[in-house]
């Protein structure tokens, strides 16, 4: 491969990783492994593509008189990316590592970021143009071919050679977590997406179906508990996942008693603490409002006296706390930008 071609090769699978990154956040269901694929089968590939640059550029490295103003950014480049490799297969292999209260895997996505802003500085101060050549050619056809393929066969093999060797990661989930407390009642992790820390709710909590219904309703816990039951995974992206049987009324037969109207092909589902996420109505008719886990009235860190759960789904998007349903004609753009804000609502910080 011509330098440019590695060096853009670089940009092009850090893009890819950083972009494959932020989806496995959202790839909770089968159909989604490709996904993890990619990033894993994409990382392995990093490797391969940097020990290529780095035969190049290893002699300018090591000789400090040589640098100049921009060779500081190449280093951290280069530092970062060891670190989010190690991170990475260090997760995938079974460390269980925790720094500062976080865990491996929270750092591997908070390296990643810093990881692929750094690059980006460092491809401003050093790209030069492709050209035509660096990308024509059988040769370099066949290298690239060969690293996407080596890549991959790396990817698919580290499941059984980790079995082999009896390493913890060969017992992770697609999602690359952990098993947690399953079939534990409310013995299992409690996470909140950033800081949300309500206060237990009272007995006089209300539960409201609004918008697009015919009837809104205003419901008490205790009329919650229909009897809908559904076994189901809570995979965190914080890197553990727990399976749960779980208890409390379809959020289609909810719909249903509020007279559902066609317009609202979209569910919202608000906390008490401002957080929301919003779904397919369609999809979420099958979700479940929970008020009990493994057969317990569920925890207040788990959301009492209701919480939605949804298969297949991550678990920031089980809503806890739940205080209104909302249907609306169009998706929730800021959805988003409530799961940051939630933490710092009256509500959200327990006053
Ligand atoms: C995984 C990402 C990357 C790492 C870890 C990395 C690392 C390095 C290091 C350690 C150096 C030597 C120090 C310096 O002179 O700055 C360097 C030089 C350089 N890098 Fe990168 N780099 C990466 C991505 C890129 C990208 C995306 C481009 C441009 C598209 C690029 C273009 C260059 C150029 C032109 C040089 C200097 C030329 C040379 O000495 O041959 N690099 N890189
Ligand atoms: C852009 C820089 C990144 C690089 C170089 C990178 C690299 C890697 C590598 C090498 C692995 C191990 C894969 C395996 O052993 O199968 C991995 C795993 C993982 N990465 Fe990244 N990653 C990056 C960014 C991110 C980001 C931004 C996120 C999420 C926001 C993320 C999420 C994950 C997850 C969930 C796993 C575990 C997958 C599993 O266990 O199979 N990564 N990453």
């Given amino acids: 491969?011509?330098?440019?071609?590695?060096?853009?090769?670089?940009?092009?699978?850090?893009?890819?990783?950083?972009?494959?990154?932020?989806?496995?956040?959202?790839?909770?269901?089968?159909?989604?492994?490709?996904?993890?694929?990619?990033?894993?089968?994409?990382?392995?590939?990093?490797?391969?593509?940097?020990?290529?640059?780095?035969?190049?550029?290893?002699?300018?490295?090591?000789?400090?008189?040589?640098?100049?103003?921009?060779?500081?950014?190449?280093?951290?480049?280069?530092?970062?990316?060891?670190?989010?490799?190690?991170?990475?297969?260090?997760?995938?292999?079974?460390?269980?590592?925790?720094?500062?209260?976080?865990?491996?895997?929270?750092?591997?996505?908070?390296?990643?970021?810093?990881?692929?802003?750094?690059?980006?500085?460092?491809?401003?101060?050093?790209?030069?143009?492709?050209?035509?050549?660096?990308?024509?050619?059988?040769?370099?056809?066949?290298?690239?071919?060969?690293?996407?393929?080596?890549?991959?066969?790396?990817?698919?093999?580290q499941r059984p050679v980790s079995a082999w060797v009896g390493l913890r990661g060969a017992k992770r989930r697609f999602t690359g977590s952990y098993e947690a407390g399953s079939f534990a009642g409310n013995d299992f992790p409690a996470t909140s997406w950033v800081a949300d820390h309500p206060r237990p709710l009272s007995a006089n909590h209300r539960l409201e179906v609004v918008g697009e219904v015919a009837r809104p309703l205003r419901l008490r816990p205790a009329d919650l508990d229909a009897g809908d039951e559904l076994v189901a995974t809570l995979d965190c992206t914080g890197g553990f996942y727990s399976r749960q049987h779980w208890r409390g009324v379809r959020i289609g037969r909810l719909l249903d008693r509020a007279g559902a109207k066609a317009a609202g092909r979209h569910l919202r589902v608000v906390s008490h603490t401002g957080y929301r996420w919003s779904f397919d109505t369609a999809d979420a008719r099958e979700f479940l409002l929970a008020v009990a886990v493994g057969g317990q009235p569920l925890s207040h860190e788990h959301g009492a006296p209701v919480r939605l759960v949804a298969p297949g789904r991550r678990g920031f998007q089980w809503v806890k706390w739940v205080e209104r349903i909302e249907l609306h004609e169009h998706p929730d753009d800021l959805a988003p930008a409530s799961t940051v804000w939630s933490s710092f609502t009256a509500a959200g910080r327990g006053a």
């Fill in 1 to 157: 491969m011509t330098s440019r071609a590695t060096d853009w090769g670089l940009a092009f699978l850090v893009g890819l990783l950083f972009a494959s990154g932020v989806l496995t956040l959202f790839a909770g269901a089968p159909g989604d492994v490709w996904v993890f694929a990619v990033h894993g089968a994409g990382g392995f590939a990093l490797g391969a593509v940097l020990s290529w640059k780095l035969r190049r550029v290893w002699p300018r490295v090591v000789r400090p008189e040589h640098w100049d103003r921009h060779t500081g950014a190449g280093l951290a480049a280069l530092s970062l990316v060891v670190a989010t490799l190690a991170s990475g297969v260090g997760w995938s292999s079974g460390a269980d590592v925790h720094a500062a209260g976080y865990g491996l895997l929270n750092w591997h996505f908070a390296l990643g970021t810093v990881l692929t802003l750094t690059v980006g500085t460092h491809l401003v101060l050093r790209a030069k143009p492709i050209r035509r050549r660096d990308l024509a050619g059988r040769r370099q056809f066949l290298q690239a071919g060969a690293v996407a393929a080596g890549a991959y066969a790396v990817w698919w093999a």
